[in-house]
């Protein structure tokens, strides 16, 4: 077990001639809730794609807990890891998206068997039974059989989150979350994650929920055009933000 | 419906003059008296020599090579989609060579008529006598006489197979591009491979896209096996050849094949209608206000 469950040193990630990434630097601590905000554009989502290398970085140095992400180091030089090497990185890293992606071809159930099965090559009994405990954790565990289309948006955000959570990952990366959702279901879904967060999971969570980022959120990082900008306390930086950029994003957010 | 309405009572029913359609009117006694020239000429012309047609329709020799057209076709659809997918999977590969190898394959096959390809499978002993398992530029181990190894019943299935692989190839591959970027990221978020993902997630969801032009192909490959004759093979057409150049009967022979193909297509588009209606059925799509209503 590192010190820093992530650490981003000057990581830049350019697409084609547009950088998005301009030097980030940061440290996640085991345990540790990261708020990630800012406009869109900032690089905010492609920097949280990084981490589980659903983005390849350009240059500086991106560790989960300890080890490069999707390089190794030999000497002083860098070799790409094969396919494999990659996803059993991943396996580690739950990853919740914006528009939930679940797999519309299985029923809930199904969903969050399918990755500790396949990939994990766990016993299915053991795995059903997990997921049901997992499903139940979520406050669904009626809908088990349901297919994703017969669920509400908040519901398909909770299933996604159980079978991020079923691979049992030591860090959890949620893309705005709840931005795709219509108003009364975000709820629901914060309910989840906030339980998450006292259960102890180390979490970096992209977001435009201020109420959520003050009151579970342990550090808040603000993001502006490829950089990080300011970061701190969220409640600190929230009332008393010291960057102009970050005064005129909250004025118009809060 | 609002209440308001309610104390007056319901108006009268409208009873318009509906509008007249005399073009329909004319179009129906146009194809009418083409139906009774039809049927007049099937009835009555002696040439369609039925008594001949229906004697045929089921002898030993037609039967056979019904059957032979039933199982070249099932032989190139099957082998067809099994190549193309492995070809969709090369062009869509993040491996250049492969990339490049299933374009020339697609470019070749389908820039050139399956009817002259059949020829050549069926003259490929003149472009290679023998068949050798080796090495490369190497020892040969065994050779055999390609005459004796590549029967004509090898050559047709081959020659089908080959050609309809490359058209599988880009129906599979538009398949699976309709499948969402986002279940690629999600799956590999879990740490599938590519090729778990392609096998678990985005194939079975690809299916609802591939389905209903491989049922078209299929219809097609059935009346594309008389194409074979090119080989020759022994299928329905060369059947109906085969017993007309004996008896002079051919408008008779033809239409009986034309009755076998017509039989098996109908039974193929029955078959194609029903599983369309598996693949397409609500249970994916969202039933969300159904589901709410219902609780």
């Known amino acids: 077990m590192s010190d820093f469950m992530v650490k981003a040193e000057q990581v830049h990630k350019s697409f084609g001639r547009l950088?998005?990434?301009?030097?980030?630097?940061?440290?996640?601590?085991?345990?540790?809730?990261?708020?990630?905000?800012?406009?869109?554009?900032?690089?905010?989502?492609?920097?949280?794609?990084?981490?589980?290398?659903?983005?390849?970085?350009?240059?500086?140095?991106?560790?989960?807990?300890?080890?490069?992400?999707?390089?190794r180091q030999r000497g002083d030089k860098l070799h790409e890891l094969h396919e494999k090497e990659v996803a059993a990185q991943r396996r580690e890293i739950g990853m919740v998206f914006q528009r939930f992606n679940l797999f519309p071809h299985m029923t809930a159930v199904e969903n969050i068997m399918e990755a500790p099965v396949q990939v994990r090559r766990e016993s299915k009994a053991e795995v059903r039974q997990r997921a049901g405990e997992l499903l139940d954790r979520v406050g669904l565990a009626d809908k088990a059989t349901a297919y994703p289309g017969q669920l509400s948006g908040g519901q398909q955000q909770r299933?996604?989150?159980?079978?991020?959570?079923?691979?049992?990952?030591?860090?959890?990366?949620?893309?705005?979350?709840?931005?795709?959702?219509?108003?009364?279901?975000?709820?629901?879904?914060?309910?989840?994650?906030?339980?998450?967060?006292?259960?102890?999971?180390?979490?970096?969570?992209?977001t435009h929920e201020m109420g959520f980022a003050r009151e579970v959120g342990d550090s808040l990082v603000f993001m502006d055009d490829g950089i990080v900008v300011e970061s701190g306390n969220p409640r600190e930086v929230l009332a008393d933000p010291k960057h102009d950029r970050t005064k005129a994003f909250l004025s118009k957010v809060l | 419906m609002t209440t308001s309405t309610q104390p007056r009572g319901r108006p009268e029913a409208i009873r318009a003059v509906p509008v007249r359609h005399p073009g329909r009117w004319l179009a129906a006694a146009v194809i009418a008296v083409l139906v009774?020239?039809?049927?007049?000429?099937?009835?009555?012309?002696?040439?369609?020599?039925?008594?001949?047609?229906?004697?045929?329709?089921?002898?030993?020799?037609?039967?056979?090579?019904?059957?032979?057209?039933?199982?070249?076709?099932?032989?190139?659809?099957?082998g067809g989609t099994v190549f193309g997918v492995v070809l969709a999977l090369m062009r869509m590969s993040p491996n250049p060579i492969l990339r490049a190898a299933s374009w020339f394959y697609l470019w070749v096959f389908r820039g050139t008529p399956l009817y002259t390809q059949l020829l050549i499978w069926g003259a490929i002993g003149a472009l290679f006598p023998t068949v050798s398992l080796g090495i490369p530029f190497g020892p040969e181990f065994v050779t055999w006489q390609t005459q004796a190894l590549i029967s004509a019943a090898i050559a047709a299935?081959?020659?089908?197979?080959?050609?309809?692989?490359?058209?599988?190839?880009?129906?599979?591959?538009?398949?699976?591009?309709?499948?969402?970027?986002?279940?690629?990221?999600?799956?590999?978020?879990?740490?599938?491979?590519?090729?778990?993902?392609?096998?678990?997630?985005?194939?079975?969801?690809?299916?609802?896209?591939?389905?209903?032009?491989?049922?078209?192909?299929?219809?097609?490959?059935?009346?594309?096996?008389?194409?074979?004759?090119?080989?020759?093979f022994y299928e329905l057409t060369f059947a109906a050849q085969n017993i007309y150049a004996r008896t002079y009967q051919v408008i008779p022979m033809l239409i009986m094949a034309v009755l076998w193909y017509l039989a098996l297509s109908s039974i193929l588009m029955i078959g194609q209608y029903y599983l369309e209606r598996h693949y397409g059925r609500s249970e994916r799509t969202p039933t969300v206000a159904r589901d709410q209503a219902g609780e």
């Open chain 1, 19 to 71: 950088e998005v990434l301009k030097g980030i630097d940061l440290q996640v601590s085991p345990s540790e809730v990261m708020c990630v905000v800012g406009p869109s554009g900032s690089g905010k989502s492609t920097f949280l794609r990084c981490i589980n290398h659903l983005e390849k970085i350009d240059a500086g140095r991106l560790y989960v807990d300890g080890e490069l992400v999707g390089y």
């Open chain 1, 159 to 206: 299933v996604a989150i159980a079978r991020a959570l079923a691979m049992r990952p030591k860090l959890m990366l949620f893309d705005e979350p709840t931005s795709a959702l219509d108003p009364e279901l975000v709820g629901e879904v914060l309910e989840v994650m906030k339980q998450l967060a006292r259960d102890g999971m180390t979490m970096i969570v992209v």
């Open chain 2, 36 to 78: 009774a020239m039809a049927v007049n000429t099937l009835v009555y012309n002696p040439r369609f020599n039925w008594p001949e047609q229906f004697q045929y329709l089921f002898a030993p020799p037609v039967l056979t090579a019904v059957v032979n057209t039933i199982w070249l076709t099932a032989a190139a659809m099957v």
């Open chain 2, 157 to 232: 299935s081959v020659g089908l197979i080959l050609n309809e692989a490359a058209y599988m190839a880009e129906i599979v591959r538009a398949g699976i591009l309709s499948v969402d970027r986002g279940q690629h990221e999600a799956s590999g978020a879990l740490g599938m491979t590519r090729m778990q993902t392609m096998r678990r997630i985005v194939l079975p969801q690809a299916m609802r896209v591939i389905i209903p032009p491989t049922g078209n192909e299929t219809i097609a490959m059935l009346k594309n096996t008389s194409l074979v004759a090119a080989i020759p």
